[in-house]
């Protein structure tokens, strides 16, 4: 596969549709796909967290999230072919789920959030779709129990809602517990929109790369630091490896 690398971080240059043949490739042929994707945030967190560089880097497919990583590939010369948003990307993933009779597992978020995402998806698909699910909120001692139960469940999907970057860690770490959930990904705080509790920005906004903006102004408390401190620097470190050539 195709990979580019930007400050320290491999990504694969998949369209949405790339993305979604190469899954159910690997669910055909019965192997795992460690997905993961990537926004300006996470990539200036793992300049200095080895351990999330190791979790993202040796995952099997690596998207752009964020819009500013996309246009950063362009701006450093390794353009990246689209944004594949995580949250488009799982329901995307779901519906193929339900045509191909396959079950999801979804982990994360509080309790009444997740259980609304399974109410939701149980209504638009079918009951049957749903092999389990948890709650985001737990320790360290029982992680591998947790692993252990969603490998015990039969579910070739696992939608992990957890943030940065405990799910990623947590995926990387008990993969191999995990080893016959076809898919395993982390979905950030997505079933917060697909429940309701948050709403997405309108397309014209998506599509002109102001989502997180969006996301600000609802909490503008909670994401300042986030966004706006988080940007600046994704900015200055993609501006420093231009000029540093």
Aim: aromatic share 10%; charged share 25%; glycine share 6%.
């Amino acid at each position: 596969m195709d990979k580019i690398h930007i400050l320290n971080t491999a990504i694969n240059n998949l369209s949405m549709q790339e993305t979604l043949a190469l899954v159910q490739e690997k669910i055909r042929s019965g192997e795992q796909v460690h997905h993961v994707v990537v926004n300006a945030g996470k990539v200036v967190a793992m300049q200095k967290d080895s351990e999330l560089r190791k979790s993202v880097n040796e995952s099997h497919i690596i998207n752009a999230d964020g819009q500013a990583v996309v246009w950063a590939s362009k701006f450093l010369g390794k353009p990246l072919k689209e944004r594949v948003a995580g949250i488009d990307l799982m329901a995307n993933l779901v519906e193929m789920a339900h045509k191909n009779h396959n079950k999801i597992f979804l982990f994360g978020a509080k309790e009444e959030v997740v259980k609304e995402v399974v109410d939701k998806y149980s209504k638009i698909y079918s009951p049957n779709i749903i092999a389990g699910y948890r709650n985001g909120y737990f320790s360290s001692s029982e992680e591998e129990e947790i692993a252990q139960q969603i490998a015990d469940s039969g579910t070739q999907m696992l939608f992990v809602a957890i943030s940065s970057p405990i799910k990623e860690n947590f995926l990387y770490k008990y993969r191999d517990i995990l080893k016959n959930v076809n898919l395993i990904m982390g979905v950030g705080g997505s079933f917060d929109v697909v429940a309701g509790k948050v709403k997405r920005a309108p397309v014209w906004m998506q599509n002109a790369g102001l989502e997180w903006f969006y996301r600000f102004l609802q909490e503008p408390k909670r994401m300042w630091k986030r966004y706006l401190v988080g940007n600046s620097k994704f900015i200055f470190l993609v501006l420093k490896e231009r000029f540093s050539r």
